[in-house]
């Protein structure tokens, strides 16, 4: 991709999953990538796989808690010296019938999935306006688009975000500084992984053939893809979009 070498690239929840495979992506591409997780160990673990590549950094954050989320910030900018492209990918999910769903762990999904969201992608668009410009990809998910069953704090977290894209990107745009969202549909990640052990594993296969015209789950790398292109110089007349990542599967009728 046109203008990732040498940039310094911030991605949250980059110590697993789509997050991970983004980094390497990034650091492919000859970017410098200080990634966050939830977890210090996690976030230990991706380091020192990832630092044959090139350059990378990370730090525990809760997205959900501005305090945390400026020592993100702080420590980007130490690291990277500036942050030109914002990933902005922690995100949590879980089953949970409408009916059933607690207060608490509405505003759970919220905090991490929404919440974390406006707070680090804020925080970024801050430093990006002040240096002069950048770019965010936000992720949402086919479930911002679509309201599939067991998951309503979950699709309306994500719906938020592409509500939360169009406006950062009208917002952000006059100041040099891109948004764009991606919207994935069924990847195989360990979350999803986690989710799919409670389930039959036939249903799931049967789920991949049936409803996914490709036929299979997504893999992380070709969400790593999307962010990559969005990010880049490929994508500089691209602004407030949504790229669908599903083999097709919203296309269905
Ligand atoms: N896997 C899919 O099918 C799929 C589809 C659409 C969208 N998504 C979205 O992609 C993103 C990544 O999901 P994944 O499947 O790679 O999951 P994953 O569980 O493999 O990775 C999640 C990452 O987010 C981090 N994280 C979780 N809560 C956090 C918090 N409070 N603060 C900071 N970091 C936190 C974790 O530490 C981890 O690094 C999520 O936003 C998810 O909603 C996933």
Known sequence: MRGLAGKGVLITGG??????????????????????????????????????????DGLACDVSDPGQVAALMEHAVAVLGRVDVLINNAGTAWREPFLEITPAHWDTIMAVN???????????????????????????????????????????????????TRTMAVELGPLGVRVNAVCPGYIRT????????????????????EQIPLGRAGLADEVA????????DDASFVNGAE??????????M
């Open 15 to 56: 110590s697993s999953g789509i997050g991970a495979a983004t980094a390497r992506r990034f650091l492919t591409e000859g970017a410098r990538v200080v990634l966050c997780g939830l977890g210090e160990d996690e976030v230990a673990a991706a380091v020192a796989e990832l630092s044959g590549l090139g350059a990378v």
């Open 114 to 164: 929404l919440r974390g969201m406006f707070l680090v992608g804020q925080a970024a668009a801050r430093h990006m306006v002040e240096r002069g410009g950048g770019a965010i990809v936000n992720m949402s998910s086919t479930n911002g688009l679509g309201g599939e069953a067991d998951y309503a704090h979950y699709n309306s977290s994500k719906g938020g975000v592409l509500l939360l």
């Open 225 to 232: 893809g999307a962010y990559a292109f969005l990010a880049s």
């Open 243 to 252: 790229l669908v990542v599903d083999g097709g599967q919203l296309a269905r």
């Open 190 to 209: 360990p979350l999803n992984s986690a989710i799919a052990a409670d389930l039959d594993p036939g249903f799931v296969s049967g789920y991949e053939r």
